[in-house]
């Protein structure tokens, strides 16, 4: 699908900041507001639509249960980067969320504490930032050692329905970021596609493989993330994902060291 303007420009007047400031560095300063904070929220859909490159303005139900946390330039409060969170206190919540409607997630094992679901990760594509990306993550790290998140969860999203551009990435996933014993994610969406399937190169080359994955998904697998053996093909974005996870408990300290440095400087 070609993309095309959405009908709320991101240029429009900007309203007064509301929610809770979690981060404000260098020229970013990074906010969590509700999704009772309307004109926010239509930013938030309006970037998602520029990323995903749809004529309409990104939104569905889910937008109303989540949180969202918005990376802005301070200067100009343009909004460079969003995505949507949802924390997920039992098993019940988790099978309605988001993930749970394009995964069986019903035998995955959840240990203490509430999973977080993270979403619609966007970053507009005039910018490229590698503090976007930072801080967004030592936000979310900042949220998760508050709620006590024992997991982190959601789908990485692949640009179009081919798989042939992510071969070496997929072959990568399928080869070394399976999920660890006792976790369990099966299929529930009738248009997916088993890795095992997959015309994938044996010996994947690394530094293809890595140029192939989404930045987000790459940020998982460098704490130890794990993902699903199969992709959902979503045509409504023209997107395919795969589910995606983070054992907090698994994550390297010194990972978690850089990222709690990253979250302290708000």
Not at 22 to 32: C, F, N, V
Not at 50 to 75: I, M, N, P, S, Y
Request: some cysteine; hydrophobic content about 40%.
């Amino acid at each position: 699908m070609t993309r095309s303007k959405p009908e709320h420009p991101l240029s429009a007047p900007l309203p007064p900041p509301q929610g809770r400031q979690l981060l404000a560095r260098g020229r970013y300063r990074l906010r969590l507001i509700p999704a009772t904070a309307g004109e926010d929220l239509a930013r938030a859909q309006d970037l998602r639509a520029l990323c995903f490159g749809l004529v309409q303005r990104d939104a569905d139900a889910f937008d109303a249960t989540c949180l969202h946390l918005l990376v802005e330039e301070a200067e100009t409060g343009h909004l460079v980067s969003c995505c949507r969170l949802s924390l997920l206190r039992d098993r019940t919540a988790l099978l309605r969320s988001y993930t749970g409607t394009h995964y069986d997630l019903s035998h995955l094992t959840l240990g203490e504490g509430p999973v977080m679901e993270l979403g619609r990760f966007c970053i507009h594509p005039d910018w490229r930032d590698a503090d976007i990306l930072r801080l967004a993550w030592g936000a979310l790290t900042q949220l998760v050692d508050e709620e006590g998140v024992g997991l982190l969860l959601g789908c990485s999203s692949f640009a179009g329905v081919d798989p042939g551009p992510y071969a070496h990435a997929l072959a990568q996933l399928s080869l070394r970021h399976q999920p660890p014993s006792g976790q369990v994610v099966s299929p529930q969406t009738a248009e997916r596609r088993m890795l095992c399937d997959l015309d994938l190169p044996p010996f994947p080359d690394p530094k293809l493989a890595a140029l192939q994955m989404p930045a987000l998904l790459r940020t998982y697998l460098m704490m130890g993330g794990w993902v699903g053996d199969h992709l959902v093909v979503d045509r409504a974005l023209n997107t395919q994902h795969i589910f995606t996870a983070v054992d907090i408990a698994a994550i390297p300290d010194n990972r978690k060291r850089l990222l709690r440095a990253v979250s302290a400087t708000g």
